[in-house]
């Protein structure tokens, strides 16, 4: 590990102010994923602006009738929390879907959504990797890529985003507030929050240099069943393979309306948007849902050991929508 000066900071401006004034520093807060990359040596900060004990970990009702989660609230207390069971239990789905007891435990909801992938070959300082050294090439191309991403790559990086929440919030339309450098603020959607890597995969989210995201705001609550589904090797700690993240929304034998996001297939939580065009005034039968997941996967390409991935997206899309609408 480089050396590297630590601060605690004391407000939210304080924090931003900080880490913009150095180029290398960064923020850290419950240190899950950014403590791991500077053992290795991936990350190498040379300043850590310590966000931990900043008041941000409550969550408040809006005046629109959703709830703003604080940046801090760790993912445990947000899965717990009697509201976002009752009103958002697919997010509460997805983050028990995720990592291990300990690890929520720790982990912030800020932080959750801007971990970094988990590609093999990113994490191996050996291999050429073009979000880890740019220019370097993207050895997942023709090694093993066997949880790569199938949508929304380039020939840049094929790397996913390995967040669950991720993927409920994006299917949820929910927001993060942030606070730039200079105190002012803004809000992104979470679609919006990480970037496709075209040609530069090492630019990884729409936040610039010491801006700091202090909440994320969810809606008040879509109608219909909500419904997040995960699929990996094994039935605890482990990445997705595919999840699927579901709102459907029913009258009578006919979908009225539906939101999906998908999971472990792309850089970012993906909406197939045209999927969503295509079930609304569906009949409620497994024709439609043949049809969404073969709209969400029209652009699928895989490489090699992640071609799997596709087919098993189509089902698990169809899975979902079938046991969502069953449960309206």
Not at 8 to 28: L, Y
Not at 206 to 231: C, D, F, N, S
């Amino acid at each position: 590990m480089q050396p590297f000066t630590y601060v605690r900071a004391n407000s939210v401006n304080e924090a931003a102010a900080a880490v913009a004034a150095r180029p290398q520093a960064k923020f850290i807060s419950g240190g899950t994923n950014l403590l791991d990359l500077m053992k290795l040596e991936i990350e190498r900060p040379t300043h850590l602006v310590d966000i931990s004990r900043l008041p941000l970990d409550r969550v408040e009702e809006t005046p629109e009738g959703g709830l703003r989660i604080g940046a801090q609230l760790r993912n445990s207390d947000l899965a717990a929390e009697p509201r976002v069971r009752s009103r958002y239990p697919m997010l509460s789905q997805a983050l028990l879907a995720g990592a291990s007891g300990q690890i929520r435990n720790k982990a912030s909801t800020a932080g959750n959504l801007l971990q970094r992938t988990r590609c093999s070959y990113f994490y191996d300082r050996n291999m050429p990797c073009n979000k880890r050294a740019p220019g370097s090439g993207c050895a997942a191309l023709g090694g093993f890529n066997r949880m790569h991403a199938v949508l929304g790559a380039s020939d840049a990086c094929i790397a996913v985003h390995p967040s669950d929440m991720a993927v409920a919030m994006a299917a949820l339309d929910a927001a993060v507030e942030t606070t730039l450098p200079d105190g002012t603020q803004r809000t992104i959607p979470v679609g919006d929050l990480s970037r496709l890597p075209g040609s530069t995969p090492h630019v990884e989210t729409a936040l610039g240099h010491g801006e700091m995201i202090t909440a994320v705001i969810l809606p008040p609550p879509p109608p219909g069943r909500q419904l997040y589904r995960k699929v990996r090797d094994r039935a605890s700690y482990a990445f997705a393979l595919v999840s699927v993240a579901t709102i459907v929304e029913k009258s009578g034998d006919r979908i009225q309306s539906a939101r999906i996001a998908l999971g472990g297939v792309a850089p970012k939580p993906w909406r197939p948007m045209e999927a969503e065009y295509v079930l609304a005034g569906a009949a409620a039968a497994d024709a439609a849902f043949t049809e969404a997941a073969e709209s969400a996967l029209a652009g699928a390409v895989g490489r090699g050991s992640n071609d799997f991935k596709i087919p098993l997206a189509k089902r698990t899309i169809r899975q979902t929508l079938a046991a969502a609408v069953e449960g309206v």
